[in-house]
Nanobody, 128 residues
């Protein structure tokens, strides 16, 4: 079965960088939409970045140009590089995966047609 395990969160000062990692296992093939979500205290969950099967990416507007989603060459680790962090980036960050979103070309931030089937436990990022 699919397992996603995040790591790399922590507390940093505004303007600094953090890189989150998500160790992925149990995928039956490479046809998954991969994504990073975040949820700040008292707010709803929001998609931050997506990575489609063809390598295309999308980002929520407030992180575009600062965050980069990527996957290592053997596709075992999903990464979110976060630069120039601001206090509003403070949240629990989750990696997620879904086959339908990839199959039906819905692997884009803002496309909510499909719920992601697989989630990690989250890693906390705090920016002060």
């Amino acid at each position: 079965h699919v397992q996603l395990v995040e790591s790399g969160g922590g507390s940093v000062q505004a303007g600094r960088s953090l890189t989150l990692s998500c160790a992925a296992s149990g995928f039956i093939d490479n046809n998954y939409c991969l994504a990073w979500f975040r949820q700040a205290a008292g707010k709803g969950r929001e998609a931050v970045a997506t990575l489609d099967v063809d390598g295309s990416t999308s980002y929520t507007v407030v992180v575009e140009g600062r965050f980069t989603i990527s996957q290592d060459i053997d596709k075992s680790t999903l990464t979110l590089e976060m630069n120039n962090l601001v206090p509003d980036d403070t949240a629990m960050y989750y990696c997620a995966a879904d086959r339908e979103a990839a199959l039906y070309r819905a692997c884009t931030v803002g496309d909510d047609r499909y719920d992601y089937d697989y989630w990690g436990q989250g890693t906390q990022v705090t920016v002060s």
